[in-house]
C-alpha cells in the first residue's frame, strides 16, 4: 500500500512538473538560489529606454518563438545584469534547440551587444540549458568598473569644453568627430601582428592612452553621443564596426576609423569627413569591402 501512494505522488509531481513546469521551476529557483535574477524589476543606469527593429525591449519573459529569445537576451543584457535566468514552456516545443542555436551563434550574439551601451555590453555571454527548460545567461563585461568610472569622469570633463549649446547638433558631432581623431593614433599593433599594448578595442585606449582600433573610436563616439542624448547604436560587417546615428528622423552613418587614415610615411596627424554623417548608399558608393554590414539586422540603415 505504501509503495502504490509513493508512486502515486511521484506521478502527480511529474505531472505538475510537465503542465506547471515554468512556475515551479521559479519557485524551486528563487528559493535555492535567491540572487539568480529573474525577472526586470530594476536596471542600471546605462539602460537604454528606446527599441529597435531588429531586436526590443519585453517584459514577456516566457518565450514563444525565436524573435522573443532574442528580445529576452536583449532586454537582459540592456538591462545591465550579469546573470539571468529564464524558462522555456513546455508549449514551445523547439525553444531549448532555439536557445542552443543562439548561444552558438556568435553573429547575432554580436549584433545584440551592438544595440545596447557600451558599458552594458559583453566580452563574453554563456549560455547553460537544461531539460527541465531552465537557461541561464552569464556575462563578462567589456569595461571593469574603475574603467568606467575614469572614462565617464573624462567624458564630463571634455563635455564641458567640446558640447557648445549654440551649435547644431551635427556641428558638436562634428566637434567630437575631429577630437577624438586628432588625439588618437590608430593601433595597427593591435590589429594587424596582435600585439596588445593598449585598451585601443574600447573607449579606454583613445581616451587615456590615444590608441584605437575600430571598437575603441566607435565606443568613444557613441559615449559622447549617449552624452548628447542622441539615439545611436554600433554597426559592424564580418571585420569593422561603426557608429548608427539618428539625427532629425533620419540614420546616419559615421566612421571615425575610416576618417582617421593610417599614412605611414609623414608624421602629422589626418583627419579626413569622407564618413561623416552620411547615408548608407554613400557609405557603400565610397567603400564596400569592410562596410558590407547586414542590412536585415540593422535595417535602419537599410538602402
Not at 145 to 153: A, L, P, S, T
Not at 182 to 208: E, V
Request: overall charge negative; charged content about 20%; some cysteine.
Amino acid at each position: 500500500m505504501k509503495k502504490i501512494f509513493t508512486l502515486a505522488v511521484l506521478m502527480i509531481i511529474l505531472g505538475l512538473t510537465i503542465n506547471y513546469r515554468e512556475p515551479i521551476l521559479k519557485f524551486i529557483d528563487g528559493y535555492l538560489y535567491p540572487n539568480n535574477i529573474t525577472t526586470l524589476d530594476s536596471v542600471n543606469e546605462y539602460y537604454r529606454n528606446y527599441d529597435f527593429n531588429f531586436v526590443k525591449q519585453t517584459s514577456n519573459l516566457t518565450p514563444n518563438s525565436k524573435s522573443d529569445l532574442l528580445n529576452i537576451y536583449y532586454t537582459f543584457i540592456n538591462a545591465g545584469k550579469s546573470q539571468f535566468t529564464f524558462y522555456c514552456p513546455s508549449e514551445y516545443e523547439s525553444c531549448i534547440d532555439d536557445v542552443k542555436n543562439l548561444a552558438n551563434n556568435q553573429d547575432t550574439l554580436s549584433d545584440l551587444n551592438n544595440f545596447v551601451h557600451p558599458f552594458n555590453s559583453f566580452n563574453n555571454i554563456e549560455t547553460k540549458y537544461d531539460a527541465m527548460g531552465r537557461v541561464t545567461i552569464s556575462l563578462s563585461r567589456n569595461y571593469t568598473e574603475e574603467q568606467i568610472r575614469q572614462i565617464n569622469e573624462k567624458i564630463n570633463q571634455l563635455s564641458t569644453t567640446l558640447i557648445n549649446n549654440n551649435l547644431s547638433t551635427i556641428d558638436n558631432i562634428k566637434i567630437i568627430h575631429d577630437y577624438i581623431i586628432n588625439n588618437t593614433k590608430y593601433d595597427s599593433d593591435r590589429s594587424d601582428r596582435n600585439i596588445l599594448t593598449y585598451n585601443s578595442n574600447i573607449a579606454y585606449g583613445p581616451l587615456f592612452q590615444g590608441y584605437g582600433i575600430c571598437g575603441g573610436y566607435t565606443d568613444t563616439m557613441q559615449l559622447f553621443l549617449e552624452k548628447l542624448n542622441i539615439k545611436n547604436f554600433r554597426v559592424s560587417s564580418n571585420n569593422h564596426i561603426w557608429n548608427a546615428v539618428y539625427i532629425d528622423g533620419k540614420w546616419y552613418n559615421l566612421d571615425l576609423t575610416w576618417d582617421d587614415p593610417v599614412i605611414t610615411n609623414i608624421e602629422a596627424d589626418v583627419l579626413e569627413h569622407n564618413f561623416f554623417m552620411i547615408d548608407t548608399a554613400k557609405l557603400l558608393e565610397i567603400e564596400k569591402t569592410e562596410h558590407n554590414f547586414n542590412q536585415e539586422v540593422y535595417s535602419e540603415l537599410a538602402i
